[in-house]
């Protein structure tokens, strides 16, 4: 793992010294936007624009959710990485077909030839310009939720207007506790830090539990993004955040809401392909050398995502909508 400094590659894992020990993410630096209504310099147009994706990343799962949701599998393309990222960063197991490179750095480095920071993945990728639009997954999923609807026809809304102040307060609540509050724990270098991401995750997830008893999805009765948010931390936290990331009070198939929950969005149709818990498991147990220097990969755990969850008289599910 390592990130760019003035365009250059340095093979470096995250320095937790400054922050005694605690894992601090940074802030994604390509923010431009794809528009509906045909403005340069980002316009929606079929063919044009790829994501560069890892199926191991919960961040990029949201993006490719939320293209299988809105029917952009044939407008937006997708180059995946290999699952291991070593000391290039992110590769391509064969060189990527769209622009020839073979590590993601580059195609940062092509976009902006001093670009220092972090090469993450997901990348949203213009291929006129040849420019990186945006990596930060959050707002990928808003572009595609509306940008393309146009194109497809396809208006199903995962962020309606009415709605919007509560997503908000749960997406943030989610985003600190859950979906980076793994990250904290697994990549804290300091008992303390560890065990205060710890116990906040679980807070968290007990407080989302009892949510979940009540309610068929997190906000408003209705699938929003804010339940694909937390998916993707749902669905690898078994296979590999309670033992990589020693986030092990319990298991999602432990909490009589979360579980069912979880199985509840795996069922929704075109989210079961997007999970790839082969790359998931290789990624996480194959990538962190400081915190699995074997790099060996669990055979377990026995994972049940296909029985029902047994949720329908909470509210109604993702085709009874009417949308
Ligand atoms: N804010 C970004 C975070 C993306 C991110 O951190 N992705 C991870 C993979 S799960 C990554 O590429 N990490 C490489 C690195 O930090 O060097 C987003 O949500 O899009």
Request: hydrophobic share 40%; aromatic share 12%.
């Amino acid at each position: 793992m390592g990130l760019l400094i003035e365009g250059r590659w340095h093979d470096q894992w995250y320095d937790t010294r400054k922050t005694g020990g605690a894992f601090v993410r940074t802030e994604a630096q390509f923010r431009d936007r794809i528009t509906a209504d045909g403005s340069a310099p980002y316009p929606a147009e079929a063919g044009r624009y790829r994501l560069f994706v890892s199926l191991a990343c919960p961040w990029a799962h949201r993006t490719l959710i939320v293209r299988a949701l809105k029917d952009l599998t044939g407008v937006i393309d997708v180059s995946v990485v290999d699952p291991l990222m070593l000391a290039d960063g992110w590769v391509f197991p064969t060189p990527d077909p769209a622009t020839g490179a073979t590590r993601l750095y580059e195609i940062y480095c092509r976009s902006q030839t001093d670009y220092t920071g972090r090469v993450t993945v997901p990348v949203l990728w213009d291929s006129r310009s040849g420019r990186i639009v945006n990596n930060e997954s959050a707002e990928i999923i808003r572009m595609f939720n509306s940008a393309f609807d146009g194109i497809t026809g396809n208006r199903r809304d995962l962020y309606p207007v009415e709605l919007r102040e509560e997503i908000d307060r749960v997406n943030g609540f989610v985003y600190d506790r859950v979906n980076n509050g793994v990250y904290k724990a697994g990549f804290a270098t300091a008992q303390d830090k560890y065990e205060a991401a710890f116990d906040a995750l679980f807070d968290a997830l007990d407080e989302l539990d009892a949510r979940l008893s009540g309610q068929r999805w997190l906000v408003g009765n209705r699938l929003t993004e804010a339940d694909w948010r937390l998916f993707t931390t749902l669905v690898r936290f078994d296979a590999v955040y309670v033992g990589h990331f020693k986030c092990n009070r319990q298991r999602i198939v432990d909490y009589p809401n979360l579980s069912g929950y979880l199985r509840d969005l795996f069922s929704v149709p075109g989210v079961a392909e997007t999970v790839n818990l082969d790359h998931i498991k290789r990624h996480y147990y194959g990538s962190h050398p400081t915190i699995n220097p074997t790099a060996i990969v669990p055979k377990g755990p026995a994972l049940d995502l296909t029985s029902p969850s047994g949720r329908e008289h909470l509210g109604p599910g993702w085709l009874d909508q009417g949308l």
